[in-house]
């Protein structure tokens, strides 16, 4: 790999990260394809187009630093938007590059209407991938060896992930996990072990080397009368904190 490769979105664009981008990009599209409402929200990753197989009228992009994608900037553990007035929210390993992921998913909850949904992937630490760059961490002090995923942020587990999805008042809708072939940087030797996705799936399918959690905003005591999207209508105009292409309602792939 070499110690160039310090950061995600550097990381992104090598053979084991275009191989990761493309699972993502499959989960996604069959994670949002049919969530019905009006307003979308993607917060971070740009180099993913995480609402791109969903219909809804209003997708935007956030992101914490300027990006030319980005319709607006904001910090993730303080959205500009009224409580319960989107519909999804996509979050594509934000929560391994946030400064306070247990807050960035409190205020995806806040932001949520009842039954909103949110989807979020990372990278799995139990996993071929991470057992490499655990190892790597430790080599990487007696200058052995260099790291293999980004040396960014905390990776956090699937079970963490659920565990504060369930104490925030989320349902979990689905779990899946992807990318089983071995921690390889050359693509070639990648693709001779595109087998290990089929066996990896059905015989060892926890120790993929990422995962996309599907959860729902429930709300005890509720019960909904009309579309959960029409509260939300007033948002028709964009968020407040604008930055670049304002003037676009969609900024996934529009």
């Known amino acids: ?3 160039q490769i310090i950061g995600l979105h550097d990381w992104l664009v090598t053979p084991p990260g275009a191989y990761l981008l493309d699972w993502e990009r499959r989960q996604m599209a069959a994670s949002v394809a049919d969530v019905f409402g009006f307003h979308a929200l993607q917060l971070g990753l740009p180099e993913l187009d995480a609402l791109a197989a969903n219909r809804m009228p209003h997708r935007w992009l956030a992101t914490e630093t300027r990006h030319e994608k980005a319709v607006f900037l904001t910090e ?12 999804l929210v ?5 929560l391994e590059l946030t400064a306070d992921p247990h807050a960035a998913l409190r ?12 989807v979020i992937t990372g990278f799995n630490p139990m996993s071929l991938w991470g057992f490499r760059q655990y190892r790597a961490h430790f080599y990487k002090r007696l200058g052995w060896q260099h790291l293999f995923l980004p040396d960014t942020g905390e990776f956090l587990g699937y079970l963490r992930i659920r565990d504060w999805l369930r ?15 071995p921690a390889l940087a050359n693509p070639q030797w990648l693709e001779r072990f595109a087998w290990m996705d089929r066996l990896g799936a059905r015989w060892w399918p926890i120790l993929g080397a990422v995962y996309a959690v599907v959860a729902v905003k429930r709300v005890r ?6 579309p959960t999207w029409k509260p939300a209508l007033r948002l028709a105009n964009a968020p407040v904190s ?8 969609s900024a996934t792939g529009q």
Do not use: I, Q, W
């Open 90 to 94: 996509v979050l594509p390993h934000t």
């Open 221 to 226: 005591g509720m019960t909904l009368l009309n």
């Open 107 to 118: 205020e995806v909850y806040r932001v949520l209407v009842p039954e909103g949904r949110v």
């Open 1 to 3: 790999m070499g110690n």
């Open 242 to 249: 604008v930055a670049g292409r304002a003037g676009k309602s």
């Open 167 to 181: 104490l925030l008042g989320f349902e979990l809708d689905s779990g899946h996990f992807g990318c089983y072939r």
């Open 76 to 87: 993730f553990s303080a959205l500009p938007f009224p409580a319960n007035s989107l519909d």
